[in-house]
């Protein structure tokens, strides 16, 4: 058999290229709706599976689609583009609708990373091949670095109870071989503050004599592409997602989602930390969370280090956003809510006939309901809902499962808190009843505008009634520390508006048709 060399150099090259392109290709793990946009930006991973024919990708690749944050990207291609349904006035000048969209994905949406690789700027530069790199995005808040030396001598994580010490290394104690710009990276300290910016951790990062790795400097090298983590809180649902979307958008900004990478806990007090979600790690790496306290007195070096965007950032995601009224729906909370349950094996099984109706009952000393079984039988009367109480207490019920039970509930109804941070993993025509805002209205309302899900609140004050105001041993009378009772006439008013909003709902019926279509089909056989 003769073949022109051409074909034999591309055959060599696809043997060649197939154990280090194809294995990855092999794990992608993403939801199946995500591979054209994956493919769309990894052209060099579209190419190889393209040549590849045990590839099992080829239908995805080549779509006319993009995330919204790629060069070239049109608007018409983005995954989604938000909603608004009225023009921003503030901020001291007025804008047309199509403005007030822009505004909002830059402030949450994937235009929120594309502004950041927009700021990416190289603050130590690698001379030649094996040497170490830094770069970062505006105000230190997220860097990625390659071969970096961290020495811990100074670590002393038996003795300190701060979290987040800004004296750990001295000069010389982390860097890399490469050729610094320290005015550049002095530019960028404004931000110092453990939440905020990774500059406490950078400011001494200084151009080593040596190759860490190359030169055998380090006790402990990580060949595994490594996140390293600041965590807002492990405990509080609605603190602890503010972690996980900012560590997805930080995949974003690297344009890798594997699973197959470590996630350094950086915490300097040596402390464990509580963490009644950590299930949700299992979508970002496939190995147990490794605590900084580990390299206590070691020279440690990573091949290559993503210091993610924080939790607690200026005009950050999501705590402390202000977010443009009038607009809905991000590309970035849904990707992330689709991606999330995707990688916990958690599937959507409706919409069924009926709509899924979920109460939360809380099991906490205040903002409880006090006539939770005569609004439960108020509903359970109306025959179009299905539904169910649940409480999502972590030692009642595993994180997984909550997870499920929202994924698969249309309406979900709780009082203030962070349980309600679930909205984020409501279905696309989904509904979060926040019965009482307990005078804290925008929180939530604002989290189910960046995922997307329709919002509605208590409307008629004097239609509640209240335990007298409990007296909180910190923070005194508060709107927070009561229990409340709902008009149940009233309460009925609101989930009918909600179910009607749900049953009219472009996907639900769409589903719906599918779903009846198939269930014909099978009848018929
Ligand atoms: C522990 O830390 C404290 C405060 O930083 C310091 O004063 C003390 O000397 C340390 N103890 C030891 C044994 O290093
Ligand atoms: C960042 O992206 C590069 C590919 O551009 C990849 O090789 C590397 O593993 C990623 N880093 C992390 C920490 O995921
Ligand atoms: C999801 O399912 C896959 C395949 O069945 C399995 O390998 C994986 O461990 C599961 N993931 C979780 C988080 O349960
Ligand atoms: C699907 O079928 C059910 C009954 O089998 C019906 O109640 C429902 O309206 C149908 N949905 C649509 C969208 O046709």
Known sequence: MSMPSGGLLLLVIILQSSPQVTQPLQHLNLPESHLPYFFSSHHALARACEQDDECPYKEYIGKKVCWGYEKNCKKKNRFLNPTCTIANTGWGKAHTIEETADLFWKEADYGYVWERLQEMTV???????GDSSLSCVKHTRYCRATNIYM?????????????????????????????????????????????QSWYAELEMFSSLPFRPIHDDKCDIVLDKP??????????????????????????HINGSFSQDVNIIMWDTSGLGYGDIFSDTWKAFSDYPIIHLKE???????????????????????????PLVPGCSGTGLYKAFSEHVLHRLNITQQGPLDKVRVTLLSRSTKWRRILNEEELLSAMKSESRLEVRRVDYNWKKMSFPEQLKVTQ???????????GLTHSLFLPDWGVLFELYNCEDPRCYKDLARLRGVKYYTWEKQEKITQTEKGSHPSVGEHAKFVNYGFDPAEFMRIVQNAADYIQGHPQFVAKQNKMNGSGDRHTEL
């Not at 600041?230 to 997805?248: E, P, Q, R, S, T």
């Not at 509930?409 to 009082?415: A, F, K, N, P, T």
């Open 295 to 321: 390299y206590d007195g070691k020279k440690l070096c990573i091949r290559d280090a993503v210091f993610p965007l924080l939790p607690r950032m200026q005009y950050g995601m999501y705590y402390n956003m």
């Open 408 to 418: 698969n509930s249309d309406l979900l109804i709780g009082m203030h808190g962070a």
């Open 151 to 195: 020495d811990f001598a100074n670590l002393d994580s038996d003795n300190n109870s701060n979290r987040y010490r800004e004296n750990l290394f001295n000069a010389g104690q982390i860097g890399g071989h490469c050729k610094l710009y320290p005015r550049r990276l002095s530019a960028e300290g404004d931000h110092k503050s453990a939440l």
């Open 226 to 251: 490594t996140y390293l983590m600041k965590l807002d809180a492990g405990v509080n649902m609605y603190h602890h997602f503010c972690d996980y979307i900012n560590l997805y958008a930080s995949q």
């Open 123 to 129: 603050m130590c530069k690698p001379q030649r091949e």
